[in-house]
């Protein structure tokens, strides 16, 4: 592909939208998913870089890939500046619950717990089972309208690659399970799942647009200041009761990571091709 082009020159065409462009920019894109595979994050970026230069329109879905794998490489501060150069460049995306988790994530480390909580939300409405699904638990489709396949449970399930970047930060896991868990995130999921039942039996246009409405409604509430104080509570606090908490949490993450490496998948043993159960 680079040789029938004769230049990788970023000026030399209209990268992507000269047709003749696009088997070396999907070359690209595929060395970039090998080098993902092969873990060698910083060259994947390399190679996603490149192609946003020469394509900052992004045909190829690249964005959704770029700041996740600096976190993946380790690159901390990298990885916040693609997140910030992804908003500033598509203000009009729906990132999946994927892009906003590991946002999230991204901000708690940062030390701003507000911001974090704000996408976390965002990633849970995105995808209902996303958050579960982190936390360790098995979570079964809901009987409610899904807009696209991002926000079934499969999609929350394909989640496992970037399951590294938890490993190691108990107190982000705490974070994300104390706000998941917080009355008022409880409150909202459980009206907004109402509203998806609601939906999903709703054939009128007009009632449908109410419902999807008023999911919306739900979905811009918060994360209230109290909700966020009362998680900043529960890492924080010294109280024995919220130390118990945190330490049935942290047991209960131990044993469900356990169990997920013992088949190096991250599924449900009853999901495993029946050669493999004998």
Not at 28 to 48: D, W
Not at 56 to 63: A, K, S, V
Not at 204 to 211: A, E, F
Not at 217 to 246: K, S
Request: with cysteine.
């Amino acid at each position: 592909a680079r040789k029938s082009l004769g230049t990788e020159d970023p000026g030399a065409f209209r990268w992507w939208g000269d047709i003749a462009t696009r088997p070396y920019m999907r070359a690209r894109e595929r060395l970039g998913k090998v080098f993902e595979f092969l873990e060698r994050y910083s060259e994947a970026v390399e190679e996603y870089r490149a192609l946003l230069e020469r394509n900052p329109g992004d045909t190829q879905g690249i964005r959704f890939a770029l700041p996740s794998l600096c976190q993946l490489a380790g690159n901390q501060r990298e990885a916040l500046q693609e997140y910030a150069t992804y908003e500033e460049n598509y203000p009009d995306d729906g990132p999946d619950s994927h892009f906003l988790l590991n946002w999230g994530l991204a901000l708690f480390q940062a030390g701003d717990l507000p911001s974090a909580l704000r996408k976390w939300r965002r990633a849970g409405f995105e995808n209902i089972y996303q958050i579960p699904y982190q936390l360790g638990f098995d979570p079964k489709e809901e009987n409610i309208w899904h807009s696209s396949n991002l926000a079934t449970v499969d999609f929350a399930l394909d989640y496992g690659s970037y399951s590294p970047l938890w490993e190691n930060d108990e107190s982000a896991w705490l974070a994300l399970a104390a706000f998941w868990s917080d009355a008022d995130t409880r409150h909202d999921v459980a009206e907004w799942i109402d509203q998806g039942r609601k939906l999903d039996s709703t054939s009128d246009v007009k009632g449908r647009t109410k419902i999807l409405d008023e999911q919306e409604a739900i979905e811009n509430r918060g994360p209230t200041p109290d909700c966020v104080a009362r998680v900043e509570q529960r890492i924080r606090a010294t109280d024995p009761v919220t130390a118990l908490w945190r330490r049935f949490v942290l047991i209960w993450r131990s044993v469900r990571l356990f169990l997920r490496s013992l088949d190096g998948e991250l599924y449900d043993w009853r999901d495993l091709p029946e050669e493999r159960m004998l």
